[in-house]
């Protein structure tokens, strides 16, 4: 069965607005798109890439053009891809960026029907995506109250879309819908409703700025947490995206969670004893699992001293508030301690050699 | 010294000189053009002003403003012994025109009014009247975007009524005021906005209000005639409600005078 995405196409008549689509939009749907299919481009090769849940439409992807071609000075096209919150997190969103074009002429019949859903494989990022990724994962799963605005070198934003179209799909697919991004010439530090931006400047003053950004110019002043790695081609970060990717079900949006859930794996868990503790875990409590279920393992987590070891990370959940059966935690207990082999010095290797 | 401060809001739909006005009055301030008023110190940034006033230079208008815009006017201003701050946040027409269309209140511009010492309301002297049937317009299906200018500024002025119950004054500006050559803007917003002005005149305590032609960039920079070599802030002006040539400071020293 041939899936299809919905969408929409604005640019200036009177005014910017919806020129063309595959569906219409309410008042308030167009209300809450308009700030996220606008914009005051700078240059004519500027283009910018938004990535956003809107509750009333579903996850939107778009991409904005200059048109000097339109009558006003400082108009814009936007071609927007509207997908479902299922879709998304049953697809990702890795072929729909090819989907995108900017109108050339009068074909805006083109603009008035749904589009079929590409088949396409993930592509390998390489390059300056590549070694923009690990900022892009930070600012996007790092603390709430962090960095959200990653300054990038001229011109690097364009690679930073498929980083960041990879990291949405690297994501547990309930908390895909939290990530919203945007790439644009000038990031703003204030009022940004984007957990992430991508952009060579700043726009406005701010006092916190220093703060308030991740420089992806240079060398970060702190080491950045190993995690962040989520994106390599190295089989660590592999089984990190394995691991990720199996939390299949959950209301939650909360990527704060899912990054507590991902320090907790690669601060001192060897990446396969933590797989052999999750497969434990998900044996005694079988996915899907409920937010509270979420919140009380990221609880645990927290509270468990690293370095943390598969066996403790198990006896931290099942003694927390999960409702565990008594009777079945030996049990658990009991399975994990027979497979667990202690990691040697060296870490991951130690802990793949026990699992095999 | 006194001290105060005045929070303005911008009521106008696309393409009214909402930033174009902005524009005209912060280099009018910063080049000591704006007669009492000087400027005593900027509080946010004024990147997009300085871009404006550059674009101005060359004679080109502004860039249409985002919806998602946060730019604004903010400055400290001095007039005699008392000083202000002023905070005027542009914005973009669209949603207003949005607002109109949809019959829904935009929750910013709600937000903005609750504040506000007062608004700017902006219509363009040089927009056609969109219900004049134009070439095959005549075609074209009736949607309330074909609403003259001056019904939909009535209709939007209905809706603050009903939720603000203190006055607001407001200063009609009257845009691209250099190509209506003759009469003043009261006599302008009487013919051309009647129902405008007939409403405006009907509620006089709760909406006072004035009525000020403003041309921002001096001239048409489409016509020879219009790119004269002063500088921006020499060439902009405001008329006021009674014809009278003046600077862009005058709607703010209106308010000023206006608000107790």
Request: charged share 25%; net charge negative.
């Amino acid at each position: 069965v041939t899936a299809f995405v919905d969408q929409l196409l604005f640019g200036y008549r009177n005014g910017h607005e919806l020129i063309a689509g595959s569906r219409t939009l309410s008042a308030s749907e167009q209300r809450e798109l308009l700030p996220h299919v606008d914009a005051s481009l700078e240059s004519e090769d500027e283009r910018d890439l938004i990535g956003i849940s809107l509750p009333s439409l579903g996850y939107v992807l778009a991409r904005i053009w200059p048109a000097p071609e339109l009558p006003r000075r400082g108009a814009v096209w936007t071609h927007a891809l509207v997908v479902g919150l299922a879709e998304l997190r049953a697809r990702g969103l890795h072929s729909l960026l090819r989907l995108l074009r900017r109108p050339s002429g009068d074909e805006l019949d083109a603009y008035s029907a749904p589009l079929p859903w590409p088949d396409a494989a993930p592509d390998r990022l390489a390059g300056p995506a590549a070694a923009l990724a690990p900022t892009l994962v930070w600012a996007a799963l790092g603390e709430p109250d962090g960095p959200r605005a990653v300054i990038c070198k001229q011109g690097e934003e364009r690679h930073a879309e498929h980083a960041l179209i990879a990291l949405l799909d690297a994501l547990p697919p309930f908390a895909r819908p939290a990530l919203s991004f945007r790439t644009r010439a000038r990031a703003r530090l204030e009022g940004s409703p984007y957990r992430v931006q991508v952009a060579p400047g700043l726009a406005g003053r701010s006092e916190e700025s220093d703060r308030a950004v991740l420089d992806a110019r240079r060398p970060p002043a702190t080491p950045p947490p190993r995690w962040t790695a989520l994106l390599d081609e190295s089989p660590a970060a592999s089984r990190l995206r394995n691991a990720l990717a199996r939390r299949v079900d959950s209301d939650t949006e909360s990527l704060a969670r899912v990054s507590t859930i991902l320090e907790s794996i690669t601060a001192g868990a060897p990446a396969a004893g933590a797989e052999l503790a999750e497969r434990a875990l998900a044996a005694e409590l079988p996915p899907p699992w409920s937010p509270a279920t979420l919140d009380a393992l990221a609880r645990a987590l927290e509270e468990a001293p690293p370095p943390l070891l598969p066996t403790a990370l198990l006896e931290a959940v099942l003694a927390g508030p999960l409702g565990v059966d008594p009777e079945r935690r030996a049990d658990v207990g009991e399975v994990v301690g027979a497979r667990h082999v202690e990691p040697r010095e060296g870490g991951d290797q130690a802990g793949e050699g026990g699992e095999r | 010294m006194a001290a105060g401060r005045m929070k303005l809001v911008l009521l106008g739909e696309q393409a009214t000189g909402k930033s174009s006005m902005l524009v005209a009055l912060y280099g009018a301030l910063v080049n000591r053009c704006a007669g009492d008023l000087r400027l005593a110190r900027t509080i946010d940034d004024v990147e997009f002003l300085s871009r404006g006033l550059e674009s101005f230079g060359r004679h080109q208008s502004l860039r249409r403003t985002e919806v998602d815009s946060s730019a604004r006017l903010a400055v400290e201003l001095v007039r005699g012994e008392q000083t202000l701050t002023l905070d005027v946040p542009d914005r973009s027409g669209e949603m207003l025109k949005h607002m109109i269309d949809s019959r829904a209140w935009d929750p910013d511009l709600r937000g903005q009014l609750d504040d506000a010492g007062g608004a700017l309301l902006f219509l363009n002297a040089g927009r056609r009247d969109p219900a004049t049937p134009g070439g095959d317009e005549h075609d074209v299906p009736w949607t309330p975007a074909l609403m003259p200018d001056d019904v939909r500024a009535v209709d939007l002025l209905q809706a603050v009524l009903d939720v603000r119950p203190e006055p607001l004054p407001i200063a009609v500006i009257v845009s691209a005021w250099d190509l209506v050559g003759v009469g003043s803007p009261q006599q302008w917003l009487a013919e051309r906005a009647p129902l405008l002005d007939q409403f405006l005149r009907n509620y006089p305590d709760r909406l006072p209000h004035a009525v000020f032609g403003v041309s921002a960039q001096g001239g048409d920079f489409s016509t020879t005639d219009g790119r004269d070599d002063h500088d921006p802030w020499e060439r902009a002006y405001v008329a006021r409600p009674d014809a009278v040539r003046t600077t862009l400071a005058e709607p703010i020293l209106w308010f000023l005078d206006a608000t107790p």
